[in-house]
């Protein structure tokens, strides 16, 4: 056999088809290249007894993309305190930079969640009732149980007092003259304390208003 007609073992072995893909280099990421924004835009509305529709709110906040924005408005006369709680709590845990808007009432527990809001805005017209915590039960409980509930009542209302005052970032002293024994606040007056932004009825939609807002603040 010739030189020209020799073929080495390792020529052999490299023409024979390999049976695995070859393996391409991924590109390398971009230097300094951010993550795509959240999804933004969403709009959610609490409206009417917060005991009515508490699944439904959960649900609908779970359903969010986490860190993302969007507008929340209000129009609820309250309910329960364990359900407000609920709902800031989802606020803050999931990331929502929610804008909290009351384009009617935002009172009692209702007010746990629009302080979750990073942005809060009222209407001249915007009513929030403040007040101290109300027991009620309909249940049939043994005096043991009611004087525990009567004790804990009592710790509940403290830490939510405190609680509001922090979502706020006022002064706990504004929040008790409001609470005890109770008071309607106008959205001119939670703006003139500084709680909340103020929003014209008559001054265009609301998505332009807070566009030259955040024009303005840039």
């Not at 230097?31 to 795509?36: I, N, R, V």
């Not at 970032?169 to 504004?174: E, M, S, T, V, Y």
Request: charge should be neutral.
């Amino acid at each position: 056999m010739s030189s020209v007609d020799r073929v080495s073992p390792r020529r052999r072995r490299k023409d024979k088809p390999s049976p695995f893909r070859p393996l391409h280099p991924y590109p390398a990421p971009a230097w300094g290249t951010a993550a795509p924004p959240p999804h933004d835009g969403w709009e959610v509305i609490v409206a009417g007894e917060l005991s009515d529709k508490q699944g439904e709110l959960h649900q609908r906040l779970i359903e969010l993309p986490r860190n993302s924005r969007g507008i929340i408005y209000f129009d609820s006369c309250g309910g329960s305190a364990f359900i407000g709680l609920a709902l800031a709590s989802l606020i803050r845990l999931r990331g929502l930079k929610a804008t909290g808007v009351v384009i009617g009432e935002c009172s009692s527990a209702a007010l746990l969640p629009f302080g979750a809001c990073v942005e809060r805005y009222v209407t001249p017209h915007s009513t929030l009732l403040f007040h101290m915590m109300r027991w009620q039960s309909e249940e049939q409980v043994r005096l043991e149980e009611a004087a525990e509930w009567a004790r804990y009542f009592q710790v509940m209302e403290a830490d939510q007092d405190r609680l509001i005052a922090r979502l706020f970032q006022c002064d706990p002293d504004l929040l008790a003259k409001w609470n005890r024994p109770g008071r309607f606040v106008s959205g001119t007056e939670l703006v003139e304390a500084g709680l909340a932004r103020p929003l014209d009825l008559f001054n265009g939609d609301l998505w332009k208003q807070l566009a030259g807002r955040d024009a303005v603040k840039s």
